[in-house]
């Protein structure tokens, strides 16, 4: 489990800390603070070195452009990488750092622009043990530059480097090749993230088949009941999905209410049991890892908010899990203080985290000092 976060150099951060990490995170702070971003560089850093969590990020982000090498007869869309380095400038020698420590192992992740040959290209899909790529024997016309990401835990360091095109841009054509080639670390954390937007349908029924008739499942019943008590099973209709490609729709799920004999499907329900089963799913799948939520009181009412913290926690104990999550809502903040009231204050529990514009370390509210200025209405957002 992370105790500390450093973050040097990635988005909006020069330097930042958070200190005092427990099983449950919140993060707060004003718009544009930088909270995403945090839970980018904790996605990034668990994956170790994996590039496919950048991929889904900055698409989401809206950070690409489009390639002017037409040789292929289209042009590539390609990752504008510039976004991922403070100021959002990328020279040669620029670089990140995004370092945890979790008991006595410190995990580091490191990124960094380099110089590449032209004619290494095709070696840059190889694993490399340097964080930087740097030939001199090549004249300056057959050098560009490379987007280097190098990750250890102090042992053998697992890393990879990539020819950046003219407009800075790393293909997704590679990335979206990396999982074929069987480069992810075998020994990667187990993350799950869920944007503001939530899951989509795909990510949906492939988390569900891997809890479905396991000892599990019973947890994410329990979780939808939360709001709907007549919820009773569910079922996702895979063919169905696979045939009519429901990508974006709430569909792929249908769920057996104890007062009908009809399949209801559960686009049906409203936004809440859709974020709802997302959260059970990711939670339960996230086991022996992190769980990242963006904007975690999204679609859910206010008096939702505390049976789901409950469950997030209890899960996030049981399965070893460590959550961390943004919200812009009271309610959101002021649920989990009443969840904390009910726990022993230890290392481990629940914090709140502040992040504010400007500031190098984010401000900590235990358990106990959450409960506290719920009760006297302290604003800790």
Request: charged share 25%; glycine share 8%.
């Amino acid at each position: 489990m992370l105790k500390n976060l450093t973050i040097n150099n990635f988005r909006c951060f020069k330097h930042f800390e958070l200190q005092q990490l427990g099983r449950v995170n919140l993060l707060v702070g004003k718009n544009n603070s930088g909270k995403t971003s945090i839970l980018e560089a904790i996605q990034l850093l668990c994956s170790k070195g994996n590039p496919e969590p950048l991929l889904d990020a900055m698409t989401n982000r809206g950070e690409y452009c489009w390639s002017d090498d037409i040789s292929r007869g289209r042009r590539e869309r390609e990752l504008d990488i510039c976004h991922l380095f403070h100021g959002h400038e990328i020279e040669l020698g620029s670089e990140f750092l995004i370092l945890a420590s979790n008991d006595n192992i410190e995990n580091k992740l490191f990124g960094s622009i380099g110089k590449q040959s032209i004619a290494s290209k095709a070696d840059s899909e190889i694993e490399s043990d340097e964080s930087t790529s740097v030939v001199e024997e090549f004249p300056d016309n057959l050098i560009e530059l490379g987007f280097n990401i190098s990750w250890t835990d102090g042992n053998k360091p697992e890393s990879w480097k990539h020819i950046l095109s003219s407009n800075g841009g790393l293909s997704e054509d590679y990335i979206r090749r990396w999982r074929f080639r069987g480069k992810p670390s075998k020994n990667a954390a187990i993350n799950q993230y869920i944007t503001s937007s939530s899951l989509t349908t795909k990510n949906m029924i492939e988390l569900f088949n891997q809890v479905v008739l396991t000892a599990d499942e019973m947890l994410v019943y329990k979780a939808l009941q939360t709001i709907e008590p007549k919820i009773e099973r569910i079922a996702s209709i895979t063919y169905e999905y696979e045939s009519h490609r429901y990508l974006e729709s709430r569909g792929g799920f249908v769920v057996r209410l104890a007062d009908s004999d009809q399949r209801v499907p559960i686009g049906s329900m409203g936004d809440g049991i859709w974020r709802m089963l997302g959260l059970a799913l990711s939670t339960v799948c996230a086991k022996g890892g992190v769980l990242l939520v963006d904007e975690i009181d999204t679609g859910l009412h206010f008096t939702a908010m505390e049976d789901m913290w409950k469950l997030i926690l209890e899960t996030a104990k049981k399965l070893n899990v460590q959550v961390f999550a943004t919200t812009h809502n009271s309610d959101c903040w002021t649920s989990l203080a009443s969840i904390a009231s009910q726990e022993q204050d230890t290392e481990d529990g629940i914090t709140i985290q502040r992040i504010e514009p400007g500031k190098e370390i984010g401000v900590v509210f235990s358990e106990r000092e959450m409960v506290i200025a719920a009760q006297r209405g302290i604003e800790v957002r």
